[in-house]
């Protein structure tokens, strides 16, 4: 097989762009390393920061909690780092555990019952913090998740009107 004359020009021409990154590279890194260096021979401080800076106070920073996901069971945990140091309306337990055992009684073996659903999520829940802490009292009643079981037995379009829409709707939490 007998290479021609520009297939040769192409493979001198990759070598070399090739060979020009993996020195670039190389020396790159080289000189990252020397300052470096340079950086522990002096102590820690380069020369443009001679002057001494005192801290006065040390920053937090708060993540923000992913607020389309009310179903996550730290959920409610990430809220309360949120509005740290407020406080914030919990569903009382006792509460929340009803809700959870209306909710798994509204899968039926033959008719299930939807208003029950859409009552729970459209007029029961006021936030999205109680969202989620039914889905824990769902979960540690029934060892189940809430959201494989209200899909389990309602139609996408149902899931929409009856859970997602009303939950876009609540106000993220409430002080």
Not at 130 to 137: D, F, I, K, L, T
Request: glycine share 6%; net charge positive.
């Amino acid at each position: 097989m007998k290479l021609s004359k520009t297939t040769w020009w192409m493979i001198g021409g990759s070598v070399l762009a090739v060979s020009g990154i993996g020195i670039y590279l190389l020396l790159s890194k080289k000189k990252k390393f020397s300052e470096k260096g340079s950086m522990t021979m002096t102590g820690g401080v380069s020369p443009k920061q001679s002057t001494p800076q005192s801290v006065t106070q040390k920053a937090t920073v708060k993540e923000e909690p992913n607020w389309n996901k009310p179903f996550n069971y730290g959920y409610i945990d990430d809220v309360k780092a949120w509005v740290a140091p407020r406080a914030i309306k919990e569903l009382p337990r006792a509460k929340s555990v009803e809700l959870a055992k209306v909710l798994k009684d509204a899968k039926g073996t033959f008719n299930d019952d939807e208003k029950a659903v859409g009552n729970v999520f459209g007029k029961q829940l006021r936030d999205k913090t109680q969202v989620c802490s039914v889905s824990r009292a769902f979960y540690d009643t029934y060892k189940k998740d809430l959201w494989q079981h209200l899909d389990s037995f309602l139609s996408g379009k149902e899931m929409q009107t009856l859970v997602t829409s009303p939950i876009r709707k609540l106000p993220n939490y409430q002080s």
